[in-house]
């Protein structure tokens, strides 16, 4: 990789800085919600409920994988974005290196255990016995490839470090074509169901890490790096993984209390959890634009902190929160309004549908809220002090969504209207946790003055 010394965040208007990355990498995330709802699409037309609720379980636990992936991927991109700011081009590099090393251990570690343990971890998620099997066959099939899957994360993860968010969507550009015909020729054609599936999602990351490859090796990046810097630079380690496994940390408490509520409602029986893992799909949708503020404000701020601006970063913050709310408050509408029609593009069952819609009416008014809360974690993640973030996504898991869950299923004549009110009610509490947070920053920096 070669140097380059352009460099759009730390100059120049900021919402046109913000728009310009946060378009391409809404576009990638867009494109990456595609491979599960592309799954569960064709799994629907040619399978049933068991199907569905195999794969929407299954889909969702390599979710939260993938996503503590990339959680942790993001000290690099934060690490990596902060020494281009500070125009250290051969520090970008070793963190590079150390990324690569430090995460094809994990892959390695992390295939072993899933394969294992994949029928453990469907018993414990009371996947139903009627689809408990297929369950089980898409994880392992998935845990088979999740090197491929981490490959992929970890290269967007890098490039988006060095600004660069236009890469990683044509790469997943790429993957989500090669899924989408291997979901039509491998559940379709040959009747593999779930199993056909989580094969064309890994063949799929694996046709994009492969071109990424190809690709990365006629670009021209601002991060001085060569194969010999593929090891272990402590230094580099230690920067990455205190903000890594904060927000690692904090994301898989997260995505364990999904997983308990999608327990809770597997519990309810096979066509609210079928139900469920529709409306699951669709969310993966709409949450898009609060996970592409969230990225896009953590590489921003970063790379300004770096370069010692740090009123542009917050300028960055405010302008990156709004633009998200403005545009959450359509998706509110389409969740809430228009929930039996989205699900209907994944199922034909008219109950499945039903409680699909039921789910979404109580959860789509996160969609708004939640651009307000991923652009503070965002801009915690890019200073670097990522410790907030993870007290924020321990404590609003077991304080608050998994007791609100649990609360909310009990009631008498309880719906998944009901139970969906628990993640707006939960995001509620991380928004008046970081005011908290943001006050407290506030006084310590009139304290030091």
Do not use: W
């Not at 064309?200 to 810097?229: H, M, N």
């Amino acid at each position: 990789m070669k140097k380059e010394n352009e460099n759009s965040f730390i100059e120049g208007p900021v919402f046109g800085s913000l728009i310009k990355f946060a378009l391409p990498v809404l576009g990638a995330l867009i494109l990456q919600a595609a491979y599960g709802a592309v799954d569960l699409l064709v799994v629907g037309q040619f399978g049933d409920a068991t199907s569905i609720s195999a794969v929407g379980t299954g889909s969702a636990f390599m979710q939260m994988i993938t996503f503590v992936i990339t959680s942790l991927a993001m000290g690099s991109t934060v690490i990596i974005g902060q020494h281009i700011g500070e125009g250290k081009s051969k520090e970008s590099g070793d963190a590079v290196g150390t990324t690569i090393v430090l995460f094809a251990v994990i892959g390695l570690i992390l295939t072993v255990l899933l394969e294992i343990f994949a029928g453990n971890l469907m018993t414990i998620l009371q996947v139903p016995q009627a689809s408990f099997g297929k369950a089980v066959t898409y994880v392992r099939i998935c845990s088979g490839g999740i090197l491929v899957i981490i490959a992929y994360n970890v290269i967007s993860g890098v490039l988006r470090g060095v600004g660069n968010a236009n890469l990683p969507f044509i790469f997943v550009g790429i993957a989500c074509v090669v899924n989408i015909i291997g979901d039509l020729l491998f559940v379709g054609v040959f009747r593999m169901d779930a199993a056909g599936a989580a094969l064309a999602t890994v063949l799929a990351q694996l046709v994009s890490v492969v071109s990424s490859l190809f690709v990365l090796r006629r670009q021209s990046l601002p991060v001085s790096f060569s194969l010999e810097q593929c090891r272990i630079y402590p230094n580099e380690l230690k920067k990455i993984l205190n903000i890594g496994v904060p927000i690692a940390l904090q994301e898989a408490m997260v995505q364990i209390s999904f997983l308990v509520i999608n327990m809770i409602i597997n519990h309810m029986g096979l066509i609210p959890s079928a139900g469920y893992g529709v409306a699951q799909k669709i969310i993966s949708f709409i949450m898009l634009v609060p996970s592409s503020v969230m990225q896009t404000v953590s590489a921003f701020v970063a790379q300004n902190i770096g370069a010692g601006k740090p009123e542009r970063a917050k300028k960055g913050f405010f302008t990156a929160m709004f633009t998200g709310c403005a545009v959450g408050i359509f998706i509110f509408l389409a969740g809430f309004f228009g929930g039996e029609l989205l699900s209907s593009l994944f199922t034909g069952d008219t109950q499945v549908m039903e409680q699909s819609a039921l789910y979404l009416k109580g959860f789509s008014v996160d969609c708004i809220l939640t651009c307000i809360l991923f652009s503070s974690i965002g801009y915690f993640n890019g200073c670097g002090n990522s410790i907030p973030v993870m007290i924020q996504g321990i404590s609003s898991a077991f304080l608050i969504r998994i007791p609100v869950s649990i609360l909310l299923s009990r009631l008498p004549h309880t719906s998944l209207m009901l139970v969906g009110f628990a993640t707006p009610i939960t995001t509620v509490y991380g928004i008046i946790y970081f005011m908290v947070c943001f006050m407290q920053r506030r006084i310590h920096k009139s304290g030091k003055s």
